[in-house]
């Protein structure tokens, strides 16, 4: 990424804070399978069945076709979807799932620190459990993270978010 001088880049930071939008886009993403969260959270599944967080924390991860199929070999296997997820399984490919939350790689970010300091998966992404499709329905711009570290008196210190450049 460019460089910027102090005086833009705190202008720019003043700006996003402004911006903070709250929904992106109200239209849920196309996915290449009809995944329910909604379904499959009401047969008991909880988010870490699925979303592991593995070492150093950093990321929740999407579960590999091979989580699906732990049912699915059994479960409806004749469903076209079900079908498709079962040639993904004996190609040792993945379906490319849309990505719907991303922020740019010179931002830090960890779900690990923030669920340890006690924040709810719902806060950053709204009721999932109740979604047969999700999309960007809480914001997380620069504006939103800031407004959560100012309310929660954790650091908004420029490079609490970003590597220090000069
Ligand atoms: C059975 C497995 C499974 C379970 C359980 C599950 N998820 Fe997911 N999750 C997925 C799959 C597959 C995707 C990718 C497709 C999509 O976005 O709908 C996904 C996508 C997501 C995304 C969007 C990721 C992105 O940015 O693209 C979020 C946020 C999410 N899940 C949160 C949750 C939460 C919160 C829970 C618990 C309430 C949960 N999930 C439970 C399988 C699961
Ligand atoms: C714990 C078992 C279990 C796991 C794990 C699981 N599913 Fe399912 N899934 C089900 C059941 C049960 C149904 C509902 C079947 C019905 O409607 O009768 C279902 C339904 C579906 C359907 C709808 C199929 C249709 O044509 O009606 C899709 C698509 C689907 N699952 C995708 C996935 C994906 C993708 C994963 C992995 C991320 C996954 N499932 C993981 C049990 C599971
Ligand atoms: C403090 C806000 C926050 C909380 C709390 C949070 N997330 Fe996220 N989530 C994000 C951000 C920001 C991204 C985008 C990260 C990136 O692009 O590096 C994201 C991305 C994701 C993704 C996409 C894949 C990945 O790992 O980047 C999944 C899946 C996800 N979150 C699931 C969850 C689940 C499940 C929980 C609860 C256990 C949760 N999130 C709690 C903010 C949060
Ligand atoms: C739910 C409120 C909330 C939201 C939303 C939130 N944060 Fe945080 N964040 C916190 C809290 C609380 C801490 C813990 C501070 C501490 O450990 O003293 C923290 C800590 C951090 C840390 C330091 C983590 C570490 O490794 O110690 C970084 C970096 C960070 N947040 C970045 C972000 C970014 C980027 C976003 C937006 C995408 C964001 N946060 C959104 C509440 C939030
Ligand atoms: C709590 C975390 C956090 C803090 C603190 C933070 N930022 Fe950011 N910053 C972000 C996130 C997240 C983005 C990416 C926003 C997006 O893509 O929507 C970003 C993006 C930016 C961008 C790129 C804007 C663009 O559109 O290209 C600049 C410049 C920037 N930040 C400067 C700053 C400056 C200067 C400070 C200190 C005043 C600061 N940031 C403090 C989280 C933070």
């Known amino acids: 990424m460019r460089r910027w001088s102090i005086l833009a880049a705190a202008a720019a930071?003043?700006?996003?804070?402004?911006?903070?939008?709250?929904?992106?886009?109200?239209?849920?993403?196309?996915?290449?399978v009809p995944y329910s969260h909604k379904k499959h959270?009401?047969?008991?599944?909880q988010c870490k069945s699925?979303?592991?967080?593995?070492?150093?924390?950093?990321?929740?991860?999407?579960p590999g076709v091979k989580v699906c199929m732990e049912c699915h070999a059994g479960v409806k296997p004749g469903s076209p979807h079900?079908?498709?997820?079962?040639?993904?399984?004996?190609?040792?490919?993945e379906?490319?799932?849309?990505?719907?939350?991303?922020?740019?790689?010179?931002?830090f970010f960890s779900h690990r620190?923030?669920?340890?300091?006690?924040?709810?998966?719902?806060k950053c992404h709204g009721p999932v459990a109740t979604r047969d499709a999700l999309w960007r329905e809480v914001s997380i711009s620069m504006g939103a993270c800031m407004d959560c570290h100012r309310q929660n008196k954790a650091s908004n210190d420029c490079t609490f978010c970003h590597e220090a450049r000069q």
């Open 13 to 32: 930071a003043l700006a996003m804070a402004w911006a903070a939008e709250t929904v992106t886009d109200p239209k849920p993403v196309a996915q290449p």
């Open 50 to 62: 699925c979303h592991t967080n593995p070492d150093p924390g950093e990321v929740m991860g999407i």
């Open 113 to 122: 620190a923030h669920t340890e300091a006690g924040a709810k998966c719902e």
């Open 41 to 45: 959270l009401a047969m008991g599944l």
């Open 95 to 107: 379906p490319a799932w849309a990505r719907i939350y991303l922020i740019p790689s010179y931002v």
């Open 82 to 93: 079900i079908q498709k997820l079962a040639k993904h399984a004996a190609d040792k490919s």
